[in-house]
């Protein structure tokens, strides 16, 4: 049954982004197909190929030494990422992180546009997430996501993501709001806030946050990110859960490097 939602989602947003395909525009945001870890409602434009890097230390800053460089000699969870622009408003994307060797498929379709007599932009994304390794529980986890944002003026931009998974490593069922809130700064730079909230139905539940400074260089985005959880992926973010671990007070070091080819 979950398969069959799964595909039934995303031949929706096939069909809707080939019959948005003849428009010219391109859709694109320099902010990029992603904010810090959670999905912006951004496309990546279509005929456009994103490739992101995504890096976490294990060890958090706090609970490092001058010894191991505060947790920059521990390991990391690394995550490589593709997402190719099929139409204008269209993305298919395929991501995965050596956590749990968790691959990620999605199909994201911006249904509106922030415009003139449109207050905001609406993007509905589908997918699933796919653990690998043996011995992880409900190895496919099917979710849904609305991706909603309003700019409140030029380059301050507010995100707010309602969002069911059919599995987290503790929960069945989960529904969470991660929020995002970009602030532009001089010099092509960001900086971007993520708060995804404890979920409620999940009393060991933890609240996770990230900041990060992003900075457009060429056709490449440098991402500097702070941050208590090593979440990448939706079924880790969105139960507070995170089969990694993290606790509120942690604080970790990671970076993100996306790179746009296309025109």
């Known amino acids: 049954m979950r398969n069959r939602t799964l595909w039934a989602a995303l031949a929706v947003l096939g069909i809707a982004g080939w019959t948005a395909g003849s428009a010219a525009a391109q859709e694109s945001n320099p902010l990029g197909t992603r904010i810090i870890n959670s999905s912006s409602p951004f496309p990546v434009g279509h ?15 706090n609970d490092g030494t001058s010894h191991d460089l505060w947790g920059l000699d521990s390991g990391a969870d690394t995550g490589l990422g593709f997402t190719y622009g099929v139409a204008p408003r269209l993305d298919l994307s395929l991501y995965r992180v050596s956590f749990q060797e968790d691959f990620e498929l999605a199909g994201k379709f911006m249904v509106l ?32 996501q609305l991706l909603l944002s309003r700019e409140l003026r030029p380059g301050w931009i507010l995100v707010a993501s309602p969002s069911w998974v059919a599995d987290t490593p503790s929960l069945e069922n989960a529904f969470n709001v991660p929020l995002g809130l970009t602030i532009p700064l001089p010099g092509d730079q960001y900086v971007e806030l993520e708060y995804v909230p404890a979920n409620r139905d999940l009393d060991a539940s933890q609240a996770a946050w990230h900041v990060a400074l992003s900075k457009a260089i060429g056709g490449h985005l440098f991402e500097i990110v702070l ?18 671990g993290f606790k509120s007070g942690d604080v970790r070091l990671g970076f993100n490097l996306v790179r746009l080819f296309g025109y």
């Open 47 to 61: 005929h456009r190929l994103e490739f992101l890097v995504t890096h976490r230390f294990h060890e958090s800053i």
């Open 113 to 144: 546009k922030q415009e003139a007599g449109t207050p905001l932009t609406l993007t509905v994304r589908a997918g699933a997430d796919l653990p690998q390794r043996p011995g992880v529980a409900d190895s496919s986890r099917p979710f849904v």
């Open 227 to 244: 941050g208590n959880s090593r979440a990448t992926t939706v079924d880790q973010i969105l139960g507070g859960d995170s089969a990694a």
